[in-house]
């Protein structure tokens, strides 16, 4: 009885071998999925495949305790900020400690940090703190000096007892500093490379639902008192891409706009062109474990047109487009290497994820697999401009996943922008989307009747000059019969 359990096993992988399925799906601690056109989960080949767990014992700086944040540069210098630890631990491009640091000299005084919050890196190594329960932001240069800080903004905007409690920060390529604050609603704050206070930017508005409504309009008076007013909510977190257009997630979990891409102006110019909202998981329980809308607590841009955001609620990774397409998600909660237990930032090293996770104290590094790395390839190249490579590349894709309808869109998509409007007509179609469909109809059309144009009126031209010779025959005909009839001939 063994000996055939075994020799089915052999049977088992030898099939799965032969159809392609591919290996990383096995070694998976997770489902990957999207979204079909339909709205039905539609599984997909791993992306990513846990490679490591980091720790501070693994590091020899001890124990981490309640990590809340880190950021990559782009040489691949990881800066991990240990909140419990009140620590910045910076890690070389090989993963081993470079240097800590915990103090800091201010005014001549011995300083440090109160349960920061927040970390960022900008391009010439300045390391900015979100330092949350001293109120500040705290500037270092990359040796761990103190540059400036940012404390009790000054502005007529600004309440009389407003207290400042910085949660996250970026900067941009002019020093410009912004930063989420606890308890503020009016947007992301800005500050100048003088630290003075610019103003807010990206206010988020919330709309009662018709249930509110109608509540509100059958309660009493002291019921209205005590109802919560629909002021606008806080972001959770922020990161800029290399245009300078600022990504945030927001804590409102009941939005249908819970990302944004804020441009200078603080508009919001996020793409939603996909087949549902950017808001992570569309489909979920109500009721019990894992239930309710995703709740984002990070996001990255990855470049390309891409960026992933991070669900503290069901503990998975959403990649979107710059179209506003779900790519794909994965992610969950357990023991296992590879899922997590409070992840709290997401960063990219590389080609590779990692994910730190403050439950567990440990940071996660993610490789990608052959169908996460052809998918970030075709889109980046899609993105760019190459569409003859996207093609290929999303033909590939397709090879590993045939159900995949990002896939068929990114090929219709880079077959429009090529002109060869026929062929992307069949893939939208296999792609599910009416609308790129009409777009691609409508060109086809407009390029046969401009094909045939020179035909169609050498033929029009042809029976009306027919036509006329017809008509003067006639003309000429009955003249002459007339004149016959009158003896005139």
Do not use: C
């Not at 000299?105 to 927040?118: I, L, T």
């Amino acid at each position: 009885m063994q000996l055939k359990r075994v020799l089915l096993l052999i049977a088992i992988l030898s099939l799965a071998a032969s159809v392609g399925i591919p290996a990383a799906s096995a070694a998976s601690p997770y489902e990957a999925y999207t979204y079909d056109y339909y709205g039905d989960s539609s599984p997909l080949p791993a992306p990513y495949l846990p490679d490591t767990a980091i720790t501070g014992a693994s590091l020899g700086v001890g124990d981490f305790k309640e990590p809340n944040d880190m950021y990559v540069t782009t040489d691949g210098t990881t800066y991990i900020l240990d909140s419990g630890n009140a620590r910045i631990i910076v890690l070389n491009p090989d993963m081993q400690v470079d240097r800590v640091i915990k103090t800091f000299r201010n005014k001549g005084k011995e300083d440090g940090f109160a349960a920061p919050q927040g970390l960022f890196v900008s391009e010439n190594q300045e390391i900015y703190v979100a330092d949350t329960d001293n109120n500040r932001v705290v500037v270092l240069s990359g040796k761990g000096e103190l540059i400036r800080v940012v404390a009790n903004p000054q502005s007529d905007i600004l309440p009389a007892d407003f207290k400042f409690v910085p949660l996250k920060v970026t900067v941009d390529a002019a020093g410009r500093v912004f930063v989420v604050a606890r308890g503020v609603f009016e947007g992301i704050m800005q500050f100048d490379d003088k630290n003075n206070f610019m103003g807010y930017v990206g206010t988020i508005n919330v709309t009662p639902t018709i249930w509110d409504r109608l509540w509100k309009s059958l309660s009493t008076k002291a019921q209205k008192a005590q109802m919560q007013l629909f002021i606008p909510t806080e972001f959770s977190n922020i990161d800029i891409d290399g245009k300078g257009f600022v990504y945030a997630t927001a804590i409102d979990i009941t939005s249908d706009t819970p990302i944004k891409r804020l441009n200078p102006s603080g508009d919001d110019v996020l793409k939603r062109l996909g087949y549902w909202a950017v808001k992570g998981d569309i489909r979920f329980r109500m009721f019990g474990n894992n239930s309710g809308p995703s709740k984002f607590t990070d996001i990255k841009v990855l470049g390309g047109g891409m960026y992933v955001a991070l669900d503290s609620n069901r503990a998975r990774l959403f990649t979107y487009n710059d179209e506003g397409d779900l790519l794909y998600a994965f992610g969950g909660r357990g023991n296992q290497l590879g899922v997590f237990n409070n992840p709290a930032a997401v960063e990219k090293i590389g080609d590779k994820l990692a994910v730190l996770d403050s439950g567990k104290n440990n940071i996660v590094v993610f490789r990608p697999t052959e169908f996460g790395t052809l998918v970030q390839q075709a889109t980046t190249e899609h993105y760019y401009g190459n569409d003859d490579v996207a093609v290929k590349l999303w033909s590939d894709v397709l090879r590993l996943n045939t159900n995949y309808e990002i896939a068929y869109l990114g090929i219709g998509k880079s077959l429009l922008m090529q002109k060869e409007n026929e062929k992307a007509m069949e893939y939208f179609k296999l792609g599910m989307s009416r609308k790129n469909y009409s777009v691609a109809y409508k060109r086809y059309r407009r390029e046969v009747l401009k094909e045939q144009f020179g035909t169609a009126m050498t033929i029009v031209l042809s029976l009306l000059i027919a036509f006329i010779a017809y008509r003067i025959a006639r003309v000429v005909i009955r003249r002459r019969a007339v004149k016959r009839e009158a003896g005139l001939s």
